[in-house]
């Protein structure tokens, strides 16, 4: 593991010099370090595809596994395929965050595509953090994720990416049975060129199932967002999707949120805001010493908490 695949550790995966319990390191398409434990196993795929199996036992408790991927230089296209199977009455921790970095003039790349698949009254809190760093290169993050969750299972989603990727395409797949519930915490930042798009679809299915999609982000410089936004109400269920964003300098932002309704009593909400900092705030914070510059810091990193 180099230096470069330590500094993004840190950085989206909390890395403190070593993981306790489960965890897989992928470094530029390759493994850098991996361990089981007694209740969770991480096993190579054995159907040709580059990923992991990730098998979680029924009733496991408290633990946290870590898928994190790091590229560590341009002219890397990294394609992983994770697939977690998570055991009846499982409640554990899943942090898969990611790390690119350039280093010249080729593009530096990673794709993952991770698929959920929960069983009756589970619960996983998954926990995505994606940052690019260095200079000269395009560096792009494009993650897809599909879940599937069984009668009563919770999956929380909590994704952050805050500046440095240049190109971000991300996608999430929902199914849900009945009674199971679905919460999405998206927070995104772009600055310069950078442009990010994400597509959140969402199906309905069980009776008295939910999903709650917020997604928090700001468009800085010259940065481009969309947010697309589709909840599918195929039963007596609860839906609700919110894109909350702040546009600065020549930051654009395109929020498409749609609902189907298509049982009598889907009960489906969705909300969209965009606009720039109120002047009462930086003129507030200003008033305590602050620049206009560091006012403009302190909301938008409150905002994005």
Known sequence: MNNITEQLLRLVADFKGSFQGAFNIREDGQCAGRQSSEHIKITSKTDGKPGLD??????TQGETVYIPACVTHSDVDDLVYNDFYVGAGADVVIVAGCGVHADNEGEA???????????????????EKHIGTGIGSLKRIDPITDI????????????????????????????LDR??????????????????????????????????????SVAKGESYQE?????????RC???SSCDAILAEHGRVNAQPALEAAHLDAQLIHEAAIGKIAGEQLLKL????????????????????
Not at 200 to 215: P, T
Not at 287 to 294: F, H, M, S, V, W
């Open 179 to 216: 009674g199971a519930k679905l919460i999405i915490r998206e927070r995104i930042l772009t600055d310069g060129n950078e442009w990010a798009k994400t597509t959140f679809d969402v199906a309905l299915d069980g009776e008295d199932c939910s999903a709650d999609v917020v997604s928090r």
């Open 286 to 305: 200003q008033t305590l010493g602050l620049t206009a510059e560091q006012a403009e810091e302190r909301i938008i990193e409150g905002f994005l908490k």
């Open 109 to 127: 790349r990673h794709n993952g595509i991770h698929r959920f698949f929960l069983e009756p009254g589970s619960h996983v809190l998954y926990q």
């Open 238 to 240: 609860y839906g609700h």
């Open 54 to 59: 990730i098998h979680i036992d029924a009733g």
């Open 148 to 175: 599937y969750l069984k009668e009563n299972a919770v999956l929380e989603m909590d994704t952050v990416q805050l500046r440095g990727v240049d190109v971000s395409e991300r996608r999430t797949t929902g199914k």
């Open 227 to 235: 947010f697309i936004s589709s909840i599918h109400g195929n039963n």
